[in-house]
């Protein structure tokens, strides 16, 4: 399928769920009724636009004395456990970052019937993003106003800057909803559902720092 507009939004109708009492859970952001969920967290940046510039995970940067939760944590408490948190750039925020979206299309093309057919979705108020003219909308949890394009599993890894988009997409859901990517605009991780293997892949890929959740966790704010 060619990247471009979406034909329809109705797949990410199927994804949404009422807020729990504590607020939005995790299967608000990536649907109901998967078998398995997890989370996924940008790296940060140590070096940033130098020469020994170099990925980081969330863990690794916690002192080891420190109880880390990564299925909840937020960046505020890593960067705030830090001796010298000036020394690290903060992990992408709104997007999945390149390197961590190109795992998650290695993995999840392969646990999709449909790997050539996925509707993916961006916020339309960014202000470094340009909504193409056709693009569909849809609402989506938490009532932020989204355009839906359609493309191969693959566009997930892409910022799609001939569009006038420039970021990777935050939501994601092939046309046999085998899976579901998403989380909210502030968010510097993503969640997903899918299938036990599908989501052990992702567990043991070297690229991905990743934590188990279940839909019923609270997602907060992960800035402020």
């Known amino acids: ?5 979406a034909k329809s939004v109705e797949l990410f109708h199927a994804q949404e769920m009422p807020m729990n009492r504590a607020g939005l859970a995790v299967g608000s952001f990536a649907g109901l009724d998967f078998e398995q969920y997890v989370r996924v967290v940008n790296p940060a940046i140590a070096g940033a636009h ?5 990925r980081r995970s969330w863990r690794s940067l916690v002192e080891p004395a420190q109880t880390f939760d990564g299925s909840t944590a937020q960046w505020a408490e890593v960067r705030a456990s830090m001796s010298d948190a000036t020394a690290v750039g903060e992990p ?3 997007q999945v970052e ?7 299309v290695e993995v999840l093309s392969r646990h999709t019937s449909t790997p050539a057919e996925c509707l993916f979705a961006w916020w339309i108020g960014y202000a470094d993003v340009r909504m193409p003219a056709e693009a569909p909308r849809v609402s989506l949890p938490p009532a932020r106003e989204m355009f839906v394009m359609e493309g191969g599993v693959s566009e997930g890894a892409h910022e799609h800057a001939v569009w006038g988009i420039a970021r990777t997409p935050m939501r994601w859901v092939p046309r046999d909803r085998a899976w579901s990517v998403g989380n909210d605009i502030y ?4 969640f997903i559902g899918g299938t036990g293997a599908a989501m052990t892949e992702l567990l043991e ?8 959740v279940d839909a019923e966790t609270t997602v907060m704010a992960e800035d402020w």
């Open 1 to 5: 399928m060619k990247f471009g507009p």
């Open 50 to 54: 130098t020469a020994d510039e170099r």
């Open 92 to 94: 992408a925020m709104g």
């Open 98 to 104: 390149l390197t961590t979206a190109r795992a998650l």
């Open 187 to 190: 968010g510097r991780s993503v």
């Open 205 to 212: 890929h070297p690229d991905l720092e990743v934590y188990v």
